[in-house]
């Protein structure tokens, strides 16, 4: 059983230990990890002090799309999103600092 455990932990990815910097491509992510990677995005964008950052959602068939606007639109920390203007497999955040 402990050792189940252990390779269990071993197969989460660490989100923070990926330096996402002022863009994050969600296509690298499994969709179950959308929310995590998101966030994360998100709290290292503000603790670096990048009031502007832009994730790539993909095109698609919206499901994608439909979840990072959810938890982009109650997300504390997020000041105002929208589409990154033609392209709309991404979109622009500007959050909050200090």
């Not at 998101?38 to 950052?53: P, T």
């Amino acid at each position: 059983m402990i050792m189940k455990e252990r390779q269990q932990d071993l197969e989460k990815p660490e989100y923070s230990q990926i330096d996402f910097g002022h863009e994050c491509d969600l296509h690298f992510f499994d969709p179950s990890e959308t929310a995590s990677v998101v966030n994360e995005f998100i709290r290292q964008a503000v603790s670096k002090g990048l009031s502007h950052i832009r994730l790539i959602h993909g095109k698609g068939r919206s499901v994608k799309r439909r979840e990072v606007y959810e938890i982009v639109s109650k997300h504390p920390d997020v000041v105002y999103f929208g589409k990154d203007g033609p392209n709309w497999g991404a979109i622009l955040i500007k959050v909050k600092l200090g």
